[in-house]
Antibody, heavy 119, light 107 residues
Framework: QVTLKESGPVLVKPTETLTLTCTVS?????????VTWIRQPPGKALEWLAH???????SYTTSLKSRLAISQDTSKSQVVLTMTNMDPVDTATYYC????????????WGQGTLVTVSS | DIQMTQSPSSLSASVGDRVTITCRAS??????LNWYQQKPGKAPKLLIY???SLQSGIPSRFSGSGSATYFTLTISSLQPEDFATYYC?????????FGPGTKVGIK
């Protein structure tokens, strides 16, 4: 059974760094199966952030590339996303999802974690 | 970056109606187009991948078509559980991008 679960702080202050962890089970990262991060501000659309595959292939969204870093710890079946210099506009539900290299679609999703940026 | 648009942004329909949602890409994405359904407070669910392939477990009333820059998602007979927001997503090139969504409501 494939599952993904996000964990991290629910509240961060402006200028702080956000660290989110996605713990996966039921599959392993490979060259064809990776993990992606997507966020959704309250009441707004989905925004793709980044992805990683086991061969360390990484990609980031253009507008946030300088603030994002994605990494993997295969021994713990975890993928970590860090976002620096958080701002209130970064308040959103952050999802991790499994990405299949065939079609680059997101077939399994975590439940999401709401992160609020406020002083 | 490839821009995705959807129309309409919202619609009202009745149970049993045939519903079609349109998604357009700012450049050709061949058939690298995926569709997701999202209900309030829930994570999105993959419905269709590579423009027309039905994800496992998704009812056959959902279908997708299109290529290059024009795509459609059709629900052949709307069911009560289909009232939700639908997003298209291009996977032709990174950064991957989503459309703004189409909310399907009850008439």
């Amino acid at each position: 059974q494939v599952t993904l679960k996000e964990s991290g702080p629910v509240l961060v202050k402006p200028t702080e760094t956000l660290t989110l962890t996605c713990t996966v089970s039921g599959f392993s990262l490979s060259a064809r199966v990776g993990v992606t991060w997507i966020r959704q501000p309250p009441g707004k659309a989905l925004e793709w952030l980044a992805h990683i595959f086991s061969n360390d292939e990484k990609s980031y969204t253009t507008s946030l590339k300088s603030r994002l870093a994605i990494s993997q710890d295969t021994s713990k079946s975890q993928v970590v996303l860090t976002m620096t210099n958080m701002d209130p506009v970064d308040t959103a539900t952050y999802y991790c999802a499994r990405i299949l290299e065939d079609g680059d679609c997101f077939d399994y999703w975590g439940q999401g974690t709401l992160v609020t940026v406020s002083s | 970056d490839i821009q995705m648009t959807q129309s309409p942004s919202s619609l009202s329909a009745s149970v049993g109606d045939r519903v079609t949602i349109t998604c357009r890409a700012s450049q050709s994405i061949r058939n690298y187009l995926n569709w997701y359904q999202q209900k309030p407070g829930k994570a999105p669910k993959l419905l269709i991948y590579l423009a027309s392939s039905l994800q496992s477990g998704i009812p056959s009333r959902f279908s997708g078509s299109g290529s290059a820059t024009y795509f459609t998602l059709t629900i052949s007979s709307l069911q009560p559980e289909d009232f939700a927001t639908y997003y298209c997503q291009q996977s032709y090139s990174t950064p991957f991008t989503f459309g703004p969504g189409t909310k399907v409501g009850i008439k």
